[in-house]
């Protein structure tokens, strides 16, 4: 069987393409973000469908006959991004990205912050989509009369590709407009909400111009497929014992958790998992971002910055980093706070900072484990980051545990291939898609430097969240 799968992701759309197992070949392709105003984020919404026809045509050049066979088609994507679309799914506002802070003052309309937190899961901030769609009624309500569906970028292209309107438990469950049980709370736009279905509703494609832009063929089937982080932890074979980190344009740590409801810890945000249950999870302010913010000022790649950093040794020479370019987001959940280094001299340059960065990150994803994976003997690495080996060896440092990495990084389009297959009544278990491809330990002497490093660090990190007040 041939399969496509589509991760919508924040900064780009990959694009996969899977004879079987095996993964053939893989497609990216751009998607702008604009900063009109401090703390705004916004795409437009016909770039999330024009980066699909990009990715895939690329997949189609380069890989013609098994693109020319495919199957089925599978999601990953993004969450808490959103536009409205009037009835023919015409964009009627600017697509608002996860990162955006422009509702704060709406924040309030959310209620007591524990209580929607225990309800839905979802921290109660600007970030939060119920917020940042009482901001859009508020400010641009004029815009949006006509507006007939409230989707994400997954939602949008599904919908092109199959004239169905729909979105799945996954994504639902991390809007802030529903209880964990799946309930709709009382306030949210319904009349403006797609119905949500499970991550595996697979139906199929209808014929039209959208299907033809693409390349496929009428009736493939297309399965709905789920959230980002809910892809990757089935990408990975995360477990309460092996957590997920994911790089990406951020970095997650998150574990599957059965549930029930009453049992699920309250110290992090929770989703529906994409095979049931449920994810916590704990999303840091910014990784593959803050690099890239580097990159812009020094004139030097994503790369050439990693590698730069290798030569630093640990604790970037007294530099340390606050990268809360986001608000400083899990596990402090301080939205007024932002990004910061302390101790920089003349002697700190390009390759000081971005060691200091990935060290600031690292130390955060320790700080969240020890919230929601205190158990944890080995982490399952995901996303971008997963190649590069200066990341896993500050990781592993700051945490003292080893790495696990898989033969695929993109553990996204792996969750979404198998959710294909669920789908599609094959029997097939992550190690079929992405085996282990190593275990790295970690050197002793570098988790004795880096656990005496982390009071300092510690120490900076309280200072800099005390600057907010």
């Known amino acids: 069987m041939s399969v496509l ?60 006959a098994v693109f020319g066979a495919i199957d089925a088609v599978g999601f990953s994507a993004a969450r808490e991004t959103f536009a409205f679309f009037d009835a023919e799914l015409r964009p009627r506002s600017r697509g608002i990205l996860w990162s955006d802070r422009r509702a704060e003052e709406e924040v309030a309309s959310l209620g007591d912050a524990d209580g929607f937190r225990s309800r839905t899961g979802v921290i109660a901030s600007a970030g939060c989509c119920a917020a940042k769609a009482a901001w859009v009624e508020r400010h641009r309500g004029d815009a949006i009369i006509d507006a007939r569906w409230l989707l994400a970028p997954r939602d949008f292209v599904f919908a092109r590709l199959t004239g169905d309107v729909l979105t799945d438990e996954t994504l639902a469950s991390r809007t802030g407009f529903f209880a964990l049980d799946g309930t709709l709370l ?22 039209s111009a959208f299907l033809q832009a693409v390349g496929l063929n009428p009736g493939v089937a297309v399965v709905i497929g789920a959230g980002d982080r809910t892809c990757e932890v089935l990408g990975v074979g995360a477990s309460e014992q092996v957590p997920m980190v994911s790089w990406g344009t951020t970095v997650n740590v998150s574990i599957p958790h059965p549930g029930p409801v009453s049992a699920l810890p309250r110290v992090a945000q929770v989703s529906r998992g994409a095979l049931g249950a449920f994810v916590v999870e704990a999303g840091l302010s910014a990784a593959g971002a803050a690099i890239a913010w580097l990159a812009s000022l020094t004139g030097r790649s994503h790369d050439e910055l990693l590698a730069m950093a290798t030569d630093v040794p640990p604790g970037a020479r007294g530099c340390i980093a606050a990268p809360w370019f986001a608000g400083a987001r899990a596990p402090w959940w301080e939205a007024g706070a932002h990004a910061a280094f302390v101790g920089i001299t003349e002697a700190h340059g390009a390759a000081e900072l971005t060691r200091a960065v990935l060290e600031g990150i690292a130390f955060d994803v320790a700080r969240c484990l020890e919230l929601i994976a205190p158990n944890a003997k080995e982490l399952a690495l995901a996303g971008g980051g997963s190649a590069h080996a200066i990341w896993r060896q500050v990781l592993g440092g700051v945490t003292g545990l080893p790495i696990v990495r898989r033969s695929i990084d993109d553990a996204g389009s792996v969750g979404a291939r198998l959710l294909v297959a669920e789908a599609r009544g ?20 570098l988790v004795t430097t880096y656990s005496e490093l982390r009071i300092d660090a510690d120490d900076a990190a309280r200072a800099v969240l005390g600057l907010r007040n």
């Open 426 to 445: 094959e029997a097939l278990v992550v190690d079929d898609v992405s085996p282990v491809l190593a275990r790295e330990e970690t050197a002793r002497a």
């Open 186 to 207: 009382e306030g949210a736009p319904s009349d403006r909400l797609p119905p949500v279905v499970p991550a595996t509703t697979s139906t199929d494609a209808s014929p």
């Open 5 to 64: 799968t589509l991760d919508l992701g924040t900064s780009a759309t990959k694009a996969a393409l899977w004879r079987g197992v095996q993964l053939v070949a893989l497609a990216r392709a751009s998607v702008a973000t604009t900063h009109p105003q401090p703390g705004w984020a916004e795409q437009d919404p016909e770039a999330w469908w024009h980066s699909v026809v990009g990715a895939c045509g690329e997949l189609r050049r380069v890989e013609p």
